[in-house]
């Protein structure tokens, strides 16, 4: 490790504006990469663009934010003093929950130091005479690094759609992944949201409650399945705590990331009553166990289908009105090929005499007024709107960096048709750049503490590699590169995935590549291939002395 302990700079040289590294965004990605580059001995500065640290959890405050991975899972599993120390109060942990979590760990393992807050970066640009990345930032601020790791979150790109309008409206309006700190009332108001994914299905019972009024705007119906949320049990958390090493272990070669069971029978070759049985349990078990009850349900669409009428039995059973239920019923994507939605209470919402549901897909928004909205010829009266219109996923915060490589190549020119990675944490043409759960991994597909301590661990192996050797840099190959796009296309293609017009797909965003972005080759196969490429002296990747 001399080596690399001999690389540390001094104040001088920080002040001067030289790093080894260079991080950007302080969310989980962000806040353990610093910790395992510091601990190689390197200087390392993080930007964020936020106030504070928890990336997610820092920015997405809205009523009813909290995570549909349970909280034991949800967690850093790389000290166990820190996973044995902290207590989760419930079963799927609560946005504020989450960002105490996110600041316990930047105070525990004293982070904060090297993160510079409120400071966006804008360009990122590699000097092929150097070999050094330049790294700008909005307040004019310029440093160089030899490493940049690029953590800045795969849904951290808030999209609000270009309604004409937007600009006339004299009431409040807000995107759930930008919320203010200080939380909104609604008490007494008119309020619409629009969009009825993950954020708008957690939020919408809680708006409804303090509402005079809400239309939710629905263009998808979405699949949602109960949470059961509650108090974590404390014997369970002493079970898991008294078995974690063996847990995570267990899902860091899962499927998803997660500790979960999945059935290996085909929903085909069960009986209907089986079925039935298997689905009911899953179900009462609540969360994104549910497409686990059969080893088909993503590949099969005859399979699939009865997943969906299950779910379909389910809302027409708890909303009361059948017209009000027959529109909630997703029927255009199957199950699963859109990010499962985990809910407390979203269909029993539209039994409340205060909630009007609004489908799109009969009166589309043609455009927002000063006092509302109009959808079809129809005008809503609104005090407040509430976006919950996603994000321009994977690709998004990345381009808005503008991020050069050799000879000046932009990443956006280069993935104009879609991203081309090497095992989502590298691209050809961008030497020591790295993207962590980048678009070719498994990460949003995953647990995604899962996914971001396998992709940082990997890095901060191979920095070290490379300092221990004196070598100066290290590129994807485009070979490598091209059989991995077409490994995670084929395998996309292999599954339902493709089928629905998800973000996945990047169909959320208009004119952006149809491509499908994350890797569902599985947690496990894929944590195997990136080490056996590391193990192999980083076959796919050329390495140079300089
Ligand atoms: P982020 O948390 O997104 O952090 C990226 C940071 O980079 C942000 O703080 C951003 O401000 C900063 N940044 C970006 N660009 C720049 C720039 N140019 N300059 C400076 N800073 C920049 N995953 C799960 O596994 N389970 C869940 O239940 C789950 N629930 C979720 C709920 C919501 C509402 C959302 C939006 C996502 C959820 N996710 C969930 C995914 C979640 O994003 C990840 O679990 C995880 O928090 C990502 O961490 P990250 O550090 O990679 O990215
Ligand atoms: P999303 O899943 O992309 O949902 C956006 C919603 O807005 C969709 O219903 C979409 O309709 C609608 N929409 C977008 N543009 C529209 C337009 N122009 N007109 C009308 N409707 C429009 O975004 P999200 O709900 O923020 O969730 C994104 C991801 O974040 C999730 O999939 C999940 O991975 C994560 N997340 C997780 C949780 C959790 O429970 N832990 C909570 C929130 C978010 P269409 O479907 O028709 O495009």
Not at 105 to 114: S, T, W
Not at 407 to 434: C, M, Q, V
């Amino acid at each position: 490790m001399s080596n690399i302990q001999d690389r540390s700079v001094t104040a001088e040289a920080e002040l001067a504006g030289e790093f080894d590294a260079v991080i950007v965004g302080a969310g989980f990605a962000g806040l353990y990469m610093l910790h395992r580059l510091r601990g190689l001995g390197l200087s390392v500065r993080v930007y964020e663009a936020g106030s504070g640290v928890g990336g997610t959890w820092y920015w997405n405050r809205y009523p009813g934010a909290r995570c549909d991975t349970e909280s034991m899972e949800y967690s850093f599993s790389f000290s166990d003093d820190l996973q044995q120390e902290w207590s989760w109060s419930e079963r799927y942990a609560s946005q504020p929950e989450i960002l105490r979590y996110s600041n316990h760990v930047a105070d525990r393992f004293d982070l904060r130091r090297d993160i510079q807050f409120e400071t966006r970066v804008a360009s990122a640009v590699f000097d092929d005479v150097t070999g050094r990345w330049e790294i700008q930032t909005d307040k004019g601020e310029r440093v160089l690094a030899q490493f940049c790791v690029m953590a800045t979150g795969c849904l951290s790109s808030g999209q609000v759609p270009a309604f004409e309008g937007l600009d006339t409206f004299k009431g409040e309006w807000y995107h759930t992944g930008n919320w203010p700190h200080e939380g909104v009332d609604f008490s007494g108001k008119r309020v619409g949201v629009i969009g009825t994914g993950s954020s708008g299905i957690q939020s919408i019972p809680l708006i409804a409650r303090q509402a005079a009024h809400l239309y939710v705007f629905q263009r998808t119906p979405n699949f949602s399945i109960p949470a059961w949320n509650g108090p974590l049990d404390p014997e369970h958390e002493q079970e898991v705590k008294a078995n974690y090493a063996e847990r995570r272990q267990t899902a860091r070669t899962s499927r998803r990331g997660y500790v979960i069971s999945f059935n290996e029978r085909s929903a085909l070759e069960a009986a209907p009553e089986e079925r039935q049985r298997e689905y009911e349990s899953r179900w009462l078990d609540g969360g994104l166990h549910m497409l686990t009850a059969f080893n088909d349900l993503y590949t099969s669409k005859e399979a699939n289908d009865t997943a969906a009428e299950f779910v379909h039995a389910k809302i027409r059973e708890t909303v009361h009105d059948p017209e009000v239920a027959e529109r909630l019923l997703p029927r255009d994507h199957p199950i699963g090929s859109k990010r499962i939605c985990v809910d407390t209470a979203y269909y029993e919402t539209y039994n409340r005499e205060n909630v009007t549901l609004v489908d799109l897909r009969e009166t589309p928004i043609e455009k927002i007024t000063a006092h509302g909205l109009q959808a079809g010829n129809v005008p809503y009266e609104l005090d407040a709107i509430v976006f919950a219109t996603g994000f321009d996923a994977m690709t998004g915060a990345l381009f808005n960096i503008d991020i050069r490589g050799r000879n000046g190549t932009r990443l956006k020119e280069k993935w104009a048709d879609g991203p081309r990675t090497f095992l989502g944490l590298a691209t050809a043409g961008f030497p020591n750049l790295f993207t962590v759960t980048g678009p070719g991994s498994p990460s949003v597909l995953s647990n995604m503490m899962v996914s971001i301590e396998q992709h940082v661990d990997w890095i901060a192996e191979c920095v070290e590699y490379l300092c221990e050797r004196d070598i100066r840099s290290i590129e994807a190959t485009v070979d490598a590169e091209n059989g991995w796009v077409e490994h995670v296309n084929d395998v996309a293609y292999s599954t339902l995935y493709p089928q629905a017009n998800s973000w996945y797909m990047g169909a959320n965003i208009p004119g952006k590549p149809r491509i499908f972005l994350p890797y569902v080759g599985g947690v496990g196969a894929y944590r195997q291939k990136c080490s056996d490429v590391a193990a192999k002296g980083y076959q796919g990747f050329e390495l140079r002395h300089l």
